[in-house]
Structure formats: structure tokens, C-alpha cells
């Protein structure tokens, strides 16, 4: 909390979130072996991952947005006239033209009066749009008294090869307003752009959905900019909010954009370093014998992809105290692109009540956004506890999310490249059509309340039904 500006609230953030993830995975092990690795630990040490979320041609980016839009609205009982502003991020697009966004207003009802539309860049976009919702309610609110929501939805999939393992799906809806138990640190946001191809989607490369990807490219991308972001964070909380050396051991919790959790893993040690540089405090520090202190004396290293065992072991008290306990979805889920970051929000929720919280200090957590090609935030909140009824709810929430990650069905390799293949062929055929998987309920199942895609008609225009059951 930065600024007060006049009869404007000083505490908009977030008070609500959901998550929806599909019915089926596969594991990491499994796929490990099935690829042909001889050793264990390609993808689950390599990378970080144990499972993967996967969904076949009866679910796209929109169906996924619907569910978890009508969860959001369900488990906070809102009333959908109260919502003033509708943001949708995506980079899983079904139309280069009309919007997810429209395609979620008839949960809405006779409310036509909703701001927003999607937004596009990568992973990224998710964040834009929560800027987005945020500066609504600032110009807004003292006159509307309306409340935001933004959406984040999307498929990865890849090409069968090396990077198909680090697929995932899901959505994530937030709901914004003020009285935030998760306020926005106002005026501190932190961005970095650049132009690069280190993962792009170009029209015309590609008659499916798989990106072009250059990895390394994308690693180094990733961790510099975080590097930029954090850096001037850092400059932005000296200057605006009167915070000297802050640095990591000052947050409840660091969430990133989270690919697969390796890379998170790294960039923590970047983060560490940078506030060992600096002069800031590390945690644990006094336990690692002039770890932290070489630390301080070396400069900046040309290739920050390239973690030294020094920064590895000086973070590693970091990691698991403030970051890798957030990460349960992203390791069960998978690359989720525009949700990856937020479903750490759930992750940090649903075990907020077990932790000790020291008297008169705050409670913030980090963010670090990123999305290829390439845009990049750092940006934070302020737990706001006095919101115990809003609060509780959130938990309660965020803990059923969790909870549903062992209610899913597991799914062989086999059939995870069969559901691969069976998406591919889906979105060259003909129109019109109907996915295939509708007529194979058992292998394809549902959560109660999902809505799916039923139909392409000639036209090309989607119609989307709602199940009841838990198997279609």
C-alpha cells in the first residue's frame, strides 16, 4: 500500500480466486520411460514436474474460461450484476477476432454494461489484464462501486520431441475490489520489455496449435529480465515506500512464472545473489560459513542461466521456506502459460492458517511475471488480515482446489499421445464438426459443472454445453 488518492480506496487487490484444471493427467515418470530415458529423472528432477494436466478436443481455451468464470461467481457468491469489468488472457486462441471475453458474458444475464477484453502476449498476458482490472477500479470505483474480474486460460501442448513433457492446462479466475485481503503494493510494479523469439506462435508456420520454441534463448530471456525487474523493484521501494536493502527475506512468499520448476529454482538463486550483491540480507546466512559473504563480493555474472553452486546453496534456505512450498499445482499441473503464476496464489492460501507469523511485521508476497517474445513484472501484495470473513473463504477455497488435484483420473502415455493426436486432427478437419471425445465419456471425463465444447458448425462457430455429471 503506496498511495491514497482522495475518496479512492487504498486496499484494491485481490479477495477472490479459483482454479479449474482438467479431469485427466499423465505422470512424468511414466512419460519418462515411455520416451525412452533409460535413468529416472529426466522430467522429474530435470525439470521439477511429477504430473502433467492434459484435456482433449472437447475442451479449448473458451470452455475452460467458462468453468472456472462460473466457479468464481458460485464460490463467492457473486451477484453478476456487480461486475463492472471482465479481462480475459489467453495466448490459446480459437479466433483471431472475437474475443474470449464475449464468449463469457451470457453468464453475466441482463449485465451488458462490462469493460474489458482479452489480452494477448504469451504468459504475460494474465498479468496485463490484472493491471488492467486494476486501473479500472481506481478510475471507477468511487462512482460505480463495481467490482473486477480478470481470467486466465490456457492449453500447452507441444510437438511430439523434447519439450512435449512440459505441457499443461488449466484457468485461473481472480476477482478484484477493494477491502482486499490480497492488496496491491500500488505504484511499485516493475517492468521490463524486449523484443526476442524465444517462443512465439507464427500465423502461417503451423496448421496446429504448437509453438516454435528455442529454449536456452527463452531460459536466458526469463532469468534476465527477472533480473531487470527485480533491480528496479528494489529502486522503486527505496523511492516510493522508504524500504533500504530489501531484499527476499522481507516477503511471506516469492511467486514466478513457472514453465516447470527447475527454472524457478534458478531463478531464486538469481534473486538471492543479486540481494547478496547488493548488501541486502539472505536468509540463513549466518549458518553458511562465508557462502553469502563471497557472494557479496563477486559482480554480476555475464550469463545468468548459468547458477553457481555458491548461489544455489545460499538460496536453498529461500526456496523452501518461501517458494517451492507454493508450487504443489505447478509440479501436479504442469505449464499452464497465463495461469502458472496465479495458481501459487492457491498454492500460498491453502496453507496460510499453518504459518507463524512474526508480530508487527507484514505479510507480502512477491510476483514475477513473464511472457516470451518478451514482456516481465515484478510487483507485489500485502496480506491484509483485518479481512477475516473474506480471508477465511479464500482459504477455504484455494484448500477444495488442492484438494481436487486427487480426485482427477490417471491416464497412460499411450493414451496421452493419442489424446495429442486426436487434438491435432480436430483442429484441421472440416467444419462442421464435433469433437471426437464426446462419444468416449470414459476415457475423456469431466468434473461436475464443466463446460465443454460440443460443436463447430459451418460457419466455424463454437457452441459450448454445461455437464452435471462427473463422467460425459
Not at 512424468?28 to 530435470?46: F, R, V
Request: glycine residues 8%; negative net charge.
Amino acid at each position: 500500500m503506496v498511495f491514497s488518492n482522495g475518496d479512492v480506496p487504498d486496499d484494491f487487490g485481490v479477495s477472490g480466486v479459483s482454479c479449474y484444471f482438467p479431469a485427466s493427467f499423465v505422470r512424468q515418470e511414466a512419460l519418462e520411460k515411455a520416451h525412452g530415458h533409460k535413468e529416472p529423472g529426466k522430467y522429474t528432477i530435470g525439470l521439477g514436474q511429477t504430473e502433467m494436466a492434459f484435456c482433449s478436443d472437447k475442451e479449448d481455451s473458451v470452455s475452460l474460461a467458462l468453468t472456472v468464470t462460473q466457479m468464481l461467481l458460485d464460490e463467492y457468491e457473486i451477484d453478476p450484476s456487480s461486475v463492472g469489468f471482465l479481462g480475459v488472457a489467453s495466448e490459446t486462441l480459437v479466433d483471431k477476432s472475437k474475443s474470449i471475453k464475449s464468449a463469457l458474458m451470457p453468464l453475466f444475464g441482463d449485465n451488458t454494461d462490462i469493460s474489458g477484453v482479452d489480452v494477448k502476449h504469451a504468459c504475460y498476458g494474465g498479468t496485463q489484464a490484472l493491471f488492467d482490472g486494476l486501473g479500472w477500479l481506481h478510475r471507477t470505483y468511487p462512482i460505480q462501486h463495481r467490482l473486477a474480474i480478470v481470467v486466465c486460460t490456457d492449453i500447452a501442448v507441444y510437438a511430439d520431441g523434447p519439450a512435449r513433457c512440459t505441457g499443461g492446462a488449466g484457468a485461473v479466475a481472480l476477482l478484484l475490489s477493494p477491502g482486499a485481503p490480497l492488496v496491491f503494493d500500488n505504484g511499485l510494479e516493475s517492468t521490463h520489455g524486449h523484443h526476442g523469439y524465444d517462443f512465439f506462435k507464427p500465423v502461417g508456420a503451423h496448421n496446429c496449435e504448437y509453438p516454435i520454441v528455442a529454449g536456452k534463448e527463452s531460459i536466458s530471456a526469463y532469468l534476465s529480465a527477472l533480473s531487470t525487474c527485480y533491480k528496479l523493484y528494489k529502486r522503486k521501494s527505496k523511492a516510493y515506500a522508504g524500504r533500504d536493502k530489501l531484499s527476499l527475506v522481507d516477503f511471506d512468499a516469492a511467486c514466478f512464472h513457472s514453465p516447470f520448476t527447475k527454472l524457478v529454482r534458478k531463478a531464486v538463486a538469481v534473486m538471492v545473489a543479486e540481494d547478496a550483491r547488493e548488501g541486502g540480507r539472505v536468509r540463513g546466512e549466518e549458518k553458511m560459513e562465508g557462502i553469502v559473504a563471497g557472494l557479496r563480493a563477486q559482480e554480476e555474472p555475464s550469463d545468468l542461466s548459468v547458477i553457481s553452486p555458491e548461489s544455489l546453496k545460499a538460496s536453498e534456505q529461500t526456496w523452501q521456506e518461501i517458494t517451492s512450498p507454493n508450487l504443489e499445482m505447478n509440479r501436479r499441473l504442469g505449464n499452464m502459460y497465463t495461469p502458472s503464476l496465479y495458481v501459487q496464489l492457491v498454492g500460498y492460501l491453502s496453507r496460510l492458517e499453518e504459518e507463524k507469523r512474526e508480530e508487527g511485521r507484514e505479510r507480502r508476497i512477491l510476483m514475477y511475471s513473464y511472457g516470451s517474445g518478451s514482456m516481465a513484472s515484478v510487483y507485489s501484495f500485502t496480506l491484509n488480515e483485518g479481512m477475516t470473513e473474506r480471508l477465511r473463504r479464500m482459504i477455504d477455497v484455494s484448500r477444495s482446489i488442492v484438494g481436487r488435484l486427487d480426485e482427477r483420473e490417471e491416464r497412460t502415455p499411450e493414451e496421452y499421445g493419442e489424446t495429442m493426436a486426436q487434438r491435432e486432427k480436430f483442429y484441421t478437419q472440416r467444419v462442421p464438426s464435433t469433437p471426437s471425445s464426446l462419444s468416449s465419456s470414459s476415457l475423456y471425463p469431466l468434473f461436475p459443472g464443466t463446460f465443454h465444447l460440443s460443436s463447430i458448425d459451418d460457419q466455424y462457430r463454437r457452441q459450448y454445453a454445461r455437464v452435471d455429471t462427473r463422467r460425459v
